[in-house]
């Protein structure tokens, strides 16, 4: 069982920014963080979970939606057991609880068809 744990979220005004941790725990030697391909996704009410981006277990290989694309960075440190959510330019539209995701199996890409674990959220807020 892997246990993963959201922060940094909060609120911030338009045109910002945020960085969002995601930080793994219970691991062991064959199931370690650095075999999970890490992932973010966000929901806000009423709306389904949309997925954002996620990155491969070596620290390279992200895949992004395309409503973030340009504007969101994933990135890891496997040292850390850590993934990170760099977002800027943020909108009133980005008001979400943020989650992020993981599978051993997934691939960047696939991801957001197939998550094992899931964070249990973290929310941000935009003010206009």
């Known amino acids: 069982q892997v246990l993963l744990v959201e922060s940094g979220g909060g609120l911030v005004q338009a045109g910002g920014s945020l960085t969002l941790s995601c930080i793994a725990s219970?691991?062991?030697?064959?199931?370690?963080?650095?075999?999970?391909?890490m992932g973010w996704f966000r929901q806000a009410p009423g709306e389904e979970r949309e997925f954002l981006g996620a990155?491969?277990?070596?620290?390279?290989?992200?895949y992004y939606a395309d409503s973030v694309k340009g504007r969101f960075t994933i990135s890891r440190d496997n040292a850390k057991n850590t993934a990170y959510l760099q977002m800027t330019s943020l909108t009133s539209e980005d008001t979400s609880v943020y989650y992020c995701?993981?599978?051993?199996?997934?691939?960047?890409?696939?991801?957001?068809?197939?998550?094992?674990?899931w964070g249990q959220g973290t929310t941000v807020t935009v003010s206009p």
């Open positions: 995701g993981a599978n051993p199996i997934s691939t960047p890409k696939t991801l957001q068809w197939s998550v094992k674990y």
């Open positions: 219970g691991g062991t030697a064959s199931n370690a963080f650095d075999r999970y391909t």
């Open positions: 990155i491969g277990r070596d620290e390279d290989g992200t």
